[in-house]
DNA sequence: TATCTTTTATTGCAATTGCAACAAAATAAC
DNA sequence: GTTATTTTGTTGCAATTGCAATAAAAGATA
């Protein structure tokens, strides 16, 4: 059988998994202790925030974040109920429905960020030099690019 | 203000969430597909596996899995329910409760490993060589040890 | 010893998530 | 143009998770 998994490998898959949820869970609870809503909220917001017009449809962020379809309405029903989000069917597709942050869901992820971005220097990045940290991030970014298929030469 | 987080690092944060969302959540759709139980029973019945006598306190499992206690509590519930494992309450302190893993439950995992392993191959070590992995690995062991602090020279 | 605190585990209830079914509109196929 | 397929979004219901309260035993303190 080939294509075995080393145990270098899945040393580096285990120090992956226990590593990111350390670190991550550690910033929620730092989050929530602010008392801030949980993280997804946060990356929504920012998605929508870097958005032009602050909007984007449901299957948009659906696609940008790897949520599940019914994760997403129910994620923008909550965050419109808390005045974050605005939502309006999409004028060109009449299935469509488009979400655009308000002022309040932009003020409070400026304010999420002080605190987020501290937790993650104290779980994150004050455990790397400026040079480790890119390569870190270089060796990460593969996972997302491409995904289950490795860059393959076609030639 | 001091500590700010630099791009590069922030980058690699990124990185780090993503990329690890989307191999995990590869594999676990995997595992899914062949119709075996979520990841976390997995890690359960490997620590229960490689223990002495197969058998882990609660909390113990709750330690070094960084599990709520709960979630400890309930997940052993379902998994006795399916005959993975035993409980008993334990010995010398009767508060505690002894899971053991049970010849289904070592099964099972093995089982669950042939999968498991050929999914972490697809999803993740194949975008690495054997030199790479190590680095990978060797940075991301940092989040695992120690936690919030970075290393510190006391002297 | 008696009392206070901590550790360990469970449980009721509310919130969230996941599954599967559904519906409506857009797109493709014929 | 009509029919089939795909895309997009929602929803009822079941399963899971999280919070907060509870309880019992162990350990610490006086």
């Not at 993650?120 to 996972?143: N, P, W």
Request: with cysteine; charged share 30%; hydrophobic share 40%.
């Amino acid at each position: 059988m080939t294509n075995l998994l080393d145990r270098t490998a899945e040393t580096a898959w285990i120090a992956l998994i226990r590593g990111q949820q350390r670190a991550l869970s550690s910033i929620e609870d730092e989050l929530k202790a602010a008392g801030f809503p949980p993280l997804v909220w946060y990356d929504i917001l920012l998605e929508l925030d870097r958005s032009p017009e602050g909007a984007l449809r449901n299957r948009d962020i659906e696609a940008r974040m790897l949520l599940a379809r019914y994760s997403v309405t129910r994620l923008l029903e909550r965050m419109a109920a808390d005045g974050l989000v605005n939502r309006r069917p999409c004028d060109d597709d009449a299935r469509g429905v488009i979400a655009r942050i308000t002022p309040k869901g932009r003020r409070l992820r400026r304010s999420m960020w002080k605190t987020y971005e501290r937790a993650i220097v104290r779980h994150f990045a004050a455990q790397y030099t400026k040079k480790e940290a890119k390569i870190l991030g270089d060796l990460l970014a593969r996972l997302s690019n491409g995904g289950a298929a490795p860059d393959r030469d076609w030639g």
